[in-house]
């Protein structure tokens, strides 16, 4: 029994830090309908913006964990500003290949000048060590990263749903013509929430310093466990997105606990199930499927 | 614009034409003794993928520092004038790199090709090498099958092997005390293959393997794995993960607060490189095998600082492996005044070597295996680091003839 609570617990974990990273990738998608296949690079470079960040200017962690996403938001609305909003009223495949490009020139881009064997991180001291309740013992990293998620999925949801900004942001997408015809600048808003999404990968990426091995193929594996969280969520559905990473993060944690060469496989097996009985995901819209 | 591309075309064009003038009529001329009247030494390699920084570009230019050597040594003595050093990038593929070999073979006229990280791109060089019947000498591939079923007259195998790693660590750990262990291997060739020799070594060494779990390869989160690895409570965790993965684990190893429990960590395959990215601070203590180390006494050393004048880092035992490789080959044709294969092949056959990679090293003529002294490292902690890359303290030396496979067991048939 303590061990099913154990992992149940590690799945958690696991599974807020997926939704975390989802999470981006869902905003996105819900409000530009862009594909965001970068996003696993963009996860990466904020790993390695932390590092270097670390390693140059001595910017420990707290203060990556502000700085590198202000940085990549502003590498987002360039982003956006330059490519994207060119071909956004285009097939959402340039678009897709527009990301697709962008992840092969920042992983090169980033062995270029850091190598291929990846760069050290310093855990920040106060969260060294472990926490033990009763017989569950979990590193305080892990409860850190746990904790922290949830309240950033929290804040998101709420600035999307129960904000003037959030709500405008809704409208937009949902209903461009109408609230255009209500006097809002439809435009204004795409930039910034794709700066937004953009930030948010890169704030995983240094959430993830730490604890996983910051290489400039880091985003490469992690990107496709990222798109099964958001199908299985339904694509743009920011609730489906956190609920969906975590429900990946348990059942890879029990999958690696009882069938350990298969742990991998069945997120996969989990997506298909979800798929087969709700093909838009499990908060997805019908459109979007 | 067009003129002056002209002029430097004409220009290369006429220094190329001096310089084969020179190679077919100086000293060493040596009518018809070598091929194109030069000798031809090709690094194939991995120059951009995960193995780019233990071997790549740093292992062609050690292979560039045992030729300018070579020449130096030698000077109008030597056999041959001209000796070029080609390079190629593998890409970690064997289809690529058996294209690539061919390639280097025919085309690029290569004498000798060496390296060839990736054990199954190594197997596919192997076989390009027996059919063209051109020289292969493996340094930074680690499959033991090219002594083995796999193995031929042209190729010989230089720095370690998976046996051996298993035979260094997994002995020398258990007869240290670390009895009890639990093995987390990648599920793919290599790591079934070390899984499987570091069953057998630390059992012949009076120790118990506990269990032994599959991961996926490749894989980001090893949390649980260690945690169910742990329930068992063994002395010792013996990863068989590389590159990135192997990062990983260390790290969630460290976050899970294992060393503190009394539970070690010991490595199948690691290289300096691995520990200079993930730092000192995060490999404490950690134990692996290592077939060479550039801090071991004033001999490495002293080689290990001309390479840092040349690279700017120190080297890995790939990199020195490879200038060992290339010199005692330059050495041979030196001797033999020949490039021709098969007479280098003879030359090289049972021939004891000690240079400042292979020590008490033998090249054993039945299976190619080339054996010498390995090592059982250990990462110092932080505070003992006096330099940077002074990470290893080389805590047992395993003699050439207990480190690899015995010939008793090698199932090579090497025929003709």
């Known amino acids: 029994m303590n061990e099913i609570l154990q992992y149940t617990v590690q799945g958690l974990a696991a599974g807020s830090f997926y939704a975390l990273a989802a999470l981006g990738l869902a905003v996105i998608f819900g409000v530009l309908g862009v594909v965001n296949f970068a996003h696993g690079a963009v996860y990466m470079l904020g790993a390695v913006t932390a590092a270097v960040l670390l390693d140059t200017l001595g910017v420990n962690f707290w203060l990556a964990l502000i700085v590198v996403p202000v940085l990549l938001f502003i590498f987002g609305v360039l982003l956006e500003r330059v490519f994207i909003s060119r071909l956004i009223a285009l097939d959402p495949l340039y678009n897709f290949l527009l990301t697709f490009g962008l992840t092969l020139l920042l992983v090169d881009l980033v062995k270029r000048q850091y190598g291929v064997s990846g760069l050290p991180y310093t855990r920040p001291e106060m969260l060294s060590g472990q926490l033990q309740v009763g017989e569950i013992r979990l590193p305080t990293f892990q409860v850190f990263v746990l904790v922290f998620s949830v309240l950033v999925c929290l804040a998101v949801w709420l600035l999307l749903t129960r904000t003037k900004i959030g709500m405008i942001v809704r409208a937009s997408t949902e209903k461009a013509e109408l609230t255009r015809a209500l006097g809002v600048d439809v435009n204004k808003w795409v930039t910034p929430v794709f700066g937004f999404g953009i930030a948010l990968a890169g704030l995983a990426g240094v959430l993830a310093a730490p604890f996983r091995a910051i290489t400039a193929d880091m985003g490469s594996s992690f990107i496709i466990i990222l798109f099964a969280v958001v199908v299985i969520g339904g694509l743009g559905s920011i609730l489906g997105a956190v609920v969906a990473g975590f429900l990946v993060g348990l059942v890879e944690v029990f999958g690696q606990a009882y069938a350990p060469a298969l742990s991998q496989i069945v997120i996969f097996i989990l997506m298909a199930l979800v798929i087969l009985l709700r093909p838009a995901g499990l908060f997805g819209k019908e459109e979007h499927a | ?416």
């Open chain 2, 1 to 416: 614009m067009s003129t002056k591309r002209l002029v430097m075309t004409a220009a290369a064009a006429a220094g190329a034409l001096t310089l084969s003038a020179c190679g077919s009529g100086g000293p060493g001329g040596a009518d018809g003794e070598f091929t194109d009247d030069k000798v031809v030494l090709a690094v194939l390699n991995d120059a951009s993928g995960v193995y780019k920084d233990v071997s790549g570009p740093n292992s062609v230019k050690a292979v560039e520092m045992a030729v300018a050597d070579f020449q130096e040594k030698y000077g109008d003595e030597a056999v041959v004038d001209t000796i070029e050093v080609t390079s190629a990038d593998h890409q970690n593929k064997p289809d690529v790199a058996n294209t690539q070999a061919q390639a280097l073979y025919d085309r690029e006229m290569a004498d000798i090709i060496l390296d060839v990280p990736t054990s199954s791109a190594a197997l596919a060089v192997a076989t390009q090498a027996a059919e063209k019947k051109k020289l292969y000498i493996n340094i930074s591939g680690g499959t033991t099958e090219l002594t083995n079923a796999q193995c031929n007259k042209y190729t010989f195998h230089w720095a370690y092997d998976t046996y051996q790693l298993a035979q260094t660590t997994g002995t020398a750990v258990t007869e240290g005390g670390g009895t009890d262990w639990q093995i987390i291997y990648p599920d793919y060739a290599f790591g079934q293959d070390m899984n499987k020799n570091f069953t057998a070594a630390i059992e012949a060494a009076g120790g118990t393997v506990g269990g032994s779990i599959a991961t996926p390869f490749p894989n980001d989160n090893f949390s649980t794995f260690l945690t169910r690895a742990a329930a068992e409570d063994p002395d010792i965790i013996g990863t068989m993960q590389a590159g990135g993965d192997l990062i990983n684990l260390v790290k969630q190893y460290n976050e899970a607060g294992l060393k503190d429990q009394g539970i070690g960590l010991a490595v199948g395959l690691m290289f300096i490189t691995d520990i200079h990215s993930l730092g000192v601070e995060e490999m404490e203590g950690v134990q692996f095998a290592d077939a060479w180390y550039w801090n071991f006494d004033d001999e490495n050393r002293e080689w290990a600082d001309r390479f840092m004048e040349e690279t700017g880092v120190r080297p890995s035992f790939a990199n020195a492996g490879n200038y060992s490789a290339a010199m005692n080959y330059l050495e041979a044709i030196q001797e033999e005044g020949t490039d021709d294969a098969d007479t280098i092949v003879a030359h090289l056959e049972g021939k004891e070597i000690d240079d400042f990679f292979l020590r008490n090293g033998k090249v054993r003529a039945e299976d190619h295996r080339v054996i010498h002294d390995v090592y059982l490292a250990q990462v110092k902690a932080p505070g003992d680091v006096e330099e940077d890359w002074d990470y290893q303290e080389i805590i047992a030396t395993i003699p050439a003839e207990d480190a690899f496979m015995p010939l008793e067991q090698s199932t090579c048939e090497m025929g003709d």
